[in-house]
């Protein structure tokens, strides 16, 4: 089945800083979702992105299908943006939505 | 806006009791799922459907069973609760796959099994 690897697992940064986080996943991906889930638990999608590159405020995503990655790509970092942020994939042969393992980013002040 | 519902936001079950989540969806959505969350771990997926009157296993279906009685309604059901699925519940909708795959969540359901 789909295997999907998120890296770095945790990542400490200094307010200010850019932020990289990556997806890898083993099977060619029909559909690619990014999501923030705060401290608390709720889950809000960041991008729907299964190929090519999306912008939203300070966030970029960048999704290379035939590689089988994606990233995610936070700049001028805020502590509000501290929490865990998740990759879902899903196969072209199932309908399937599988999520990563996750990174869980602090921003310090 | 995608609106998914989710009911109870939270309960407390005890062992070997039956326990129903329920989810909810009106926007016409063909796709729903459930998945679990344990304490600072990511989500795993336990059943879907994408279709009424139909369910799909996901990749932990053991000790869980789902219902689909109409396109907006999707159920999870513990027959007999154990110790170990305390754990948050996520029910998402999506319209389709490929450019339409898009996930909505609902707010979860915290369940405590005890």
């Known amino acids: 089945g789909q295997q999907v690897q998120q890296s770095p697992a945790s990542l400490v940064l200094q307010e200010g800083e850019n932020a990289e986080l990556q997806c890898n996943f083993s099977?060619?991906?029909?559909?690619l979702q990014w999501f923030y889930q705060h401290p608390g638990g709720r889950l809000v999608s960041l991008f729907y992105?299964?190929?090519g590159t999306k912008h939203t405020g300070r966030l970029t995503s960048t999704t290379v299908t035939n590689e089988r990655r994606s990233s995610l790509h936070i700049s001028s970092s805020q502590t509000t943006d501290s929490g865990t942020y998740f990759c879902?994939?899903?196969?072209?042969?199932?309908?399937?939505?599988?999520f990563g393992t996750g990174t869980r980013l602090q921003v310090l002040p | 806006e995608a609106a998914v519902t989710q009911s109870p936001r939270s309960k407390v079950a005890v062992t070997g009791g039956k326990v129903t989540l329920s989810c909810h969806q009106t926007?016409?959505?063909?796709?729903m799922y459930w998945y679990r969350q344990d304490t600072g771990h990511g989500l795993r997926l336990i059943h879907y459907?994408?279709?009424?009157?139909?369910?799909e296993k996901g990749d932990i279906p053991d000790g869980y069973k789902a219902s689909r009685p109409s396109q907006e309604n999707f159920s999870l059901i513990l027959e007999l609760a154990s110790l170990s699925q305390t754990a948050v519940y996520f029910c998402?909708?999506?319209?389709?796959?490929?450019?339409?795959?898009?996930?909505?969540f609902g707010e979860g359901s915290k369940l405590t099994v005890l």
């Open positions: 998402a909708s999506s319209p389709g796959g490929g450019d339409t795959g898009q996930l909505y």
């Open positions: 099977s060619t991906a029909t559909r």
């Open positions: 992105n299964p190929s």
């Open positions: 879902a994939i899903a196969s072209s042969n199932t309908n399937k939505v599988v």
């Open positions: 926007n016409n959505h063909d796709y």
């Open positions: 459907s994408y279709v009424a009157d139909s369910t």
